[in-house]
């Protein structure tokens, strides 16, 4: 009951090669009965159990959603609770979000009830703690404290920076450098238009807008102040060489932009189909700096920093990550094609790195964490029989199969 899809063609592998975890997300999803019972095929109950017992730990509350459906003596909130990011104090705000928002799965109101959407925008405001931390975030519920200003900021190079608001903390600053020269190299250029925004000079913005626009107009794109991403240091608003800043995502430098800025660590912070999250217009052009590891992370799984902070950082004190796996047997590849499978990682949301036996990095060209499935393309990967490994970062390795690469 594994799926394993070879360029786009669907197999239904059996048992050979038994990753209990990738099994989850198919046999539960598939195999519900018309009485909502889940039935397992072809499965020992030993499996069964082992599979329920994944799922309730796994991060995908899709999967949580459907066990609760077969099992109608658990109480309603149960599936929010097996939710990573689910934060007990807010319980019966995420009872009353989901009576307001009956269509949302409960990985979704956990997620949007830890951001703060069932409050009114600029309502339940609170101080965030560390500004300085590369994952600040400023939104219409988090504010930074009162007269912040970051210590180590620097102008841009003047070969990057057509704007006078033209300073951004060090480690942004070096990183946009680099993704300029880069992007050039390519063909592409990038200029900052607008990057650190002290708190006055947002006041006098964000008032100039409401008088045009009026304050529901204005918020819709503009920022209160002390809520101002730019006020962090860590944001630019960039252009190309010939359109204005709002139409960036018209050029030819976003269609690169999009799938690149995050290998320097920077994201599109108000991304498309984001604005009920964000509470923001699309903006294209709006890049903030997490850091490398955070971007791609954000990048890969789709997300908004807003979503990340509130699944990844509602408890500190997240489980070891860890991929429960049988001993499969051996996988052959070929040279050259692209592999999807599927696997749930227990205890905690997040990308794994995959490696042969020598080391070499197996690429990764997607990964979507709703059904936790992974497109590995096996290219340049030398012939013959080795180990596949998940990594998580900082963690020990974890031997996935045996794989044989044909030439
Ligand atoms: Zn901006």
Known sequence: MIRFDVEGETQDMNNKWMLLPLAAALLLTSCQSASGAVIYHNQSLALAERVEQTVRKSTEIQLSANLGTGNPDAPEQEAF???????????????L?????????????????????????????????????????CNKYWKLPDGYEPSDLRKLSSKVAVGSANQMRAEAADAFERLCADAKKEGYTIFAQSAYRSYSRQVSLYNQYAARDGVEGADTYSSRAGHSDHQTGLVVDVKNASLPYNRFGETAEYQWAKDNIHKYGFIIHYPPGKEGITGYQTEEWHWRYVGQKAATEIYNLGLTLDEYCAIFLANSSDEIPSLLSDTPDALTLSQGSSYTFSFQPAGA???????????????????????????????????GSTNLYATFDGQAPIRLCSITVRA
């Not at 928002?101 to 609170?126: A, C, F, K, R």
């Not at 949301?349 to 997607?366: E, N």
């Not at 964490?369 to 590995?376: A, E, K, M, Q, T």
């Open 81 to 95: 609770s097996s939710c990573l990011h689910f934060v007990e104090a807010n319980r019966e705000r995420y009872l």
């Open 97 to 137: 979000y989901q009576e307001a928002h009956p269509d949302l799965s409960e990985w979704d109101i956990v997620t949007q009830v830890n951001i703060g959407l069932d409050h009114p925008y600029y309502t339940n405001v609170q101080t965030v703690s560390d500004p300085n931390s590369l994952l600040v975030l």
């Open 349 to 383: 949301l997040a990308v794994p790195t995959f490696t042969t036996g020598d080391g070499t990095i197996v690429t990764t060209s997607g990964f979507q964490y709703r059904s936790g499935s992974y497109l590995l393309s096996v290219q340049g990967l030398a012939p």
